[in-house]
């Protein structure tokens, strides 16, 4: 029998947070919106720096509103993809954020150990204030694989 990891609604996550105390959390960021080899690498490399690896699973409205894209899975379906996976012991459903505060308040409720990065991330300044106001590190744990983007995907499609 094959474990899944749990999804949860970000409203949720307060009442959840004992699936997870007491661990050491590792806590990445995406849209994972195809899911392709960059991602796989960068989540097995992620989930090697703890013990319990939560995604923090971007909105729809994000992927319209930063990526130019209309997402080729809804957020639902994307959590339930990255459930499958092994490394993977929790999703969480965020709402479109709409400030950088919010967050911080995504941080402040998980509190991970470990930000897992890949090089190059655009928004390494401000995980690290994140990962610095609950005592975490931000750990950069692959390379950018250029050759692998959801977007180069569906050009070349």
């Known amino acids: 029998m094959t474990k899944e990891a749990i999804i949860i609604s970000y409203h949720d996550l307060k009442r959840s947070?004992?699936?997870?105390?007491?661990k050491n959390v590792v806590l990445v960021g995406g849209c994972f919106d195809l899911l392709h080899y960059g991602?796989?690498?960068?989540?097995?490399?992620?989930?090697?720096?703890?013990?319990?690896?939560?995604?923090?699973?971007?909105s729809d409205e994000f992927i319209k509103r930063?990526?130019?894209?209309?997402?080729?899975?809804?957020?639902?379906?994307?959590?339930?993809?990255l459930a499958t996976l092994n490394m993977?012991?929790?999703?969480?459903?965020?709402?479109?954020?709409?400030?950088?505060?919010e967050y911080y308040n995504l941080v402040e409720i998980i509190r991970p150990g470990t930000i897992a990065v890949?090089?190059?991330d655009q928004y390494l300044k401000e995980k690290q204030a994140q990962a610095e106001k609950v005592g975490a590190k931000v750990k950069m744990?692959?390379?950018?694989?250029?050759?692998?983007?959801?977007?180069?995907?569906?050009?070349?499609?």
Do not use: C, M, Y
């Open 88 to 101: 993977v012991d929790a999703v969480v459903l965020l709402p479109f954020f709409e400030n950088e505060k």
């Open 118 to 120: 890949t090089e190059g």
């Open 141 to 157: 744990v692959t390379q950018l694989l250029k050759e692998f983007s959801t977007r180069k995907i569906i050009s070349e499609f």
């Open 39 to 58: 991602h796989v690498q960068f989540l097995k490399s992620a989930s090697g720096t703890g013990d319990f690896l939560i995604i923090a699973l971007e």
């Open 17 to 22: 947070t004992k699936l997870f105390e007491g």
């Open 66 to 81: 930063n990526k130019r894209n209309i997402p080729i899975h809804n957020q639902r379906e994307r959590a339930e993809i």
